[in-house]
T-cell receptor, first 113, second 108 residues
Framework: DTAVSQTPKYLVTQMGNDKSIKCEQNLGHDTMYWYKQDSKKFLKIMFSYNNKELIINETVPNRFSPKSPDKAHLNLHINSLELGDSAVYFC????????????FGPGTRLLVL | RKEVEQDPGPFNVPEGATVAFNCTYSNSASQSFFWYRQDCRKEPKLLMSVYSSGNEDGRFTAQLNRASQYISLLIRDSKLSDSATYLCVVVGYSTLTFGKGTMLLVSP
């Protein structure tokens, strides 16, 4: 009964490919997030969704697009993958946007060759 | 000044030592503050929220200094299991920023 789950855990792919990472939370939270943690371990917020509405969109390339079919899911789709996209991507959720505890998924380790 | 700054460390301390980390922030309108812990190759997990009056949870004490715009984390009687990276989080009206983290290594 994992609270926040992500699939896949590992993703190795070639430059130029399109890939998706799925995220699901069973906590009943209203807000979900995507973070990127690069090789220097810097954790940076990419997107957040509150009740299926995008409420923040950091300056990430438009090759990245979040998709939320329902409140419990926030998937991340990446087009035309580049070497610099290699990182660990974490999904997270919280009951209230920003102000409360965030629960993170285990991360997806993406390697672009 | 960067939005959120932390000394990356590593802080190398022996078991039983007391160690403190600071995290400075630039936005005086910041509203909420947290400390997260991240173990190697794991996801971040909340350690504690930081309240204006300060708060304590066992060996951990967090404090907020709004005048000087920093938060602190004090760990007493360090354990081997405290070895991790400690991330501060600063929340504004519609912003959320993680610090780059401070690495703590506790040795026997």
């Amino acid at each position: 009964d994992t609270a926040v789950s992500q699939t896949p855990k590992y993703l190795v792919t070639q430059m130029g490919n399109d890939k998706s990472i799925k995220c699901e939370q069973n906590l009943g939270h209203d807000t979900m997030y995507w973070y990127k943690q690069d090789s220097k371990k810097f954790l940076k917020i990419m997107f957040s969704y509150n009740n299926k509405e995008l409420i923040i969109n950091e300056t990430v390339p438009n090759r990245f697009s979040p998709k939320s079919p329902d409140k419990a899911h926030l998937n991340l789709h990446i087009n035309s993958l580049e070497l610099g996209d290699s990182a660990v991507y974490f999904c997270a959720s919280s009951q209230v946007a920003y102000q409360e505890t965030q629960y993170f998924g285990p991360g997806t380790r993406l390697l672009v060759l | 000044r960067k939005e959120v700054e932390q000394d990356p460390g590593p802080f190398n301390v022996p078991e039983g030592a007391t160690v403190a980390f600071n995290c400075t922030y630039s936005n005086s309108a910041s509203q909420s503050f947290f400390w997260y812990r991240q173990d190697c190759r794991k996801e971040p997990k909340l350690l504690m929220s930081v309240y204006s009056s300060g708060n304590e949870d066992g060996r951990f004490t967090a404090q907020l200094n709004r005048a000087s715009q920093y938060i602190s984390l004090l760990i007493r009687d360090s354990k081997l299991s405290d070895s991790a990276t400690y991330l501060c989080v600063v929340v504004g009206y519609s912003t959320l920023t993680f610090g780059k983290g401070t690495m703590l290594l506790v040795s026997p």
